[in-house]
């Protein structure tokens, strides 16, 4: 069966520190991968999606990155977190024989 | 600009009394249209979609969506609600089959016993 797996669950980082969250899907090859943020409060905003091995689409300049070293491996990273980082992110594949977007369970992160 | 617009911030609704949630769109053409629900602090789960054909979409908990090409909407409905139903519920567009998903600001429904 096809699952995605995200971690951690729960991130709480200084300001000024790196991140590195990962997102891995099992049972599907050449996904679409996606990486979304939900601030508090508001709705969901795209951040990155990659169609394959080493190509990043971003949507919104910021402060983080995305690569996507194997075909189901998806990180998002930052070398100095702000403030405005702190969020609910959420990694999102496409794909499947019953054609639709599948969502990780999320990554609550909080920058102090 | 392309967008997804859903009207209502925050809806309350009675326990056993029917839902209707609103969507509407800004595309030119006919996107793939989907509803998805998060608990708090969840992930998101996919309730329905709609592709093309009828225009009438059943999904999982007992919801229903109908797609009206020409009020460019797509309203999830629920004829009667359960406390288990409070949630934060999101509409969303694929414009392009594959390319992204867009999503609506949500709508925060609270169920009152």
């Known amino acids: 069966s096809q699952t995605i797996h995200q971690w951690p669950a729960t991130l709480v980082q200084p300001v000024g520190s790196p991140l590195s969250l990962e997102c891995t899907v099992e049972g599907t090859s050449n996904p679409n991968l996606y990486w979304y943020r939900q601030a508090a409060g508001r709705g969901l905003q795209l951040l990155f999606y990659s169609v394959g091995i080493g190509q990043i689409s971003s949507e919104v300049p910021q402060n983080l990155s995305a690569s996507r070293p194997q075909d189901r491996q998806f990180i998002l990273s930052s070398k100095k977190l702000l403030l405005s980082d702190s969020g609910f992110y959420l990694c999102?594949?496409?794909?499947?024989?019953?054609?639709?977007?599948?969502f990780g369970s999320g990554t609550r992160l909080t920058v102090v | 600009a392309q967008s997804v617009t859903q009207p209502d911030i925050h809806i309350t609704v009675s326990e056993g009394a029917s839902l209707e949630l609103r969507c509407n769109y800004s595309y030119g053409a006919t996107p793939y249209l989907f509803w998805y629900v998060q608990s708090p602090g969840q992930g998101l789960q996919l309730l329905l979609k709609?592709?093309?054909?009828?225009?009438l979409v059943q999904g999982i908990k007992g919801f229903e969506a109908e797609f009206k090409r020409s009020q460019s909407s797509f309203n999830l409905r629920k004829p009667s609600v359960h406390w288990s139903d409070a949630a934060e519920y999101f509409c969303?567009?694929?414009?392009?089959?594959?390319?992204?998903?867009?999503f609506g600001g949500g709508t925060r429904v609270l169920v009152k016993p």
């Open positions: 969303a567009v694929d414009e392009a089959a594959g390319n992204k998903l867009t």
């Open positions: 709609y592709f093309s054909g009828d225009t």
């Open positions: 999102a594949w496409l794909g499947g024989n019953d054609y639709g977007y599948t």
